[in-house]
């Protein structure tokens, strides 16, 4: 069972870059197949960018060019790049394993980014 977990998040200015974190168990957690997804105050939870196992990329047209995904094998860890931040990615970020279909959730880390 592999159960993820988020962290790096913060606050941010509108402008800035955030770094997060997705740990898990498991040989090659730093290359699985995955997805984050964010959920902002009153919304429903939407998909960010996720990545296959041979390593396609997909990601929400909002954060094209601006968001990126890499991992790291040694550290188990599977990193979001977050770029040029606006007050609009403002959420709590979820990563989820497998994807596209995760059965596992991590609990979270929120990201406010101030205008």
């Known amino acids: 069972q592999v159960q993820p977990v988020e962290s790096g998040g913060g606050l941010v200015q509108a402008g800035g870059s955030l770094r997060l974190s997705c740990t898990g168990s498991g040989r090659s957690f730093g290359s699985t197949a995955m997805a984050w997804f964010r959920q902002a105050p009153g919304k429903e939870r939407e998909f960010v960018v996720g990545r296959t196992w041979d390593g396609a990329m997909a990601y929400a047209n909002s954060v094209q060019g601006r968001f990126t995904i890499s991992g790291d094998i040694a550290k188990n860890t599977v990193y979001l790049q977050m770029n040029s931040l606006k007050p609009e990615d403002t959420a709590v970020y979820y990563c989820?394993?497998?994807?596209?279909?995760?059965?596992?959730w991590g609990q979270g880390t929120q990201v406010t980014v101030s205008s």
């Open positions: 989820a394993v497998p994807w596209p279909s995760p059965r596992y």
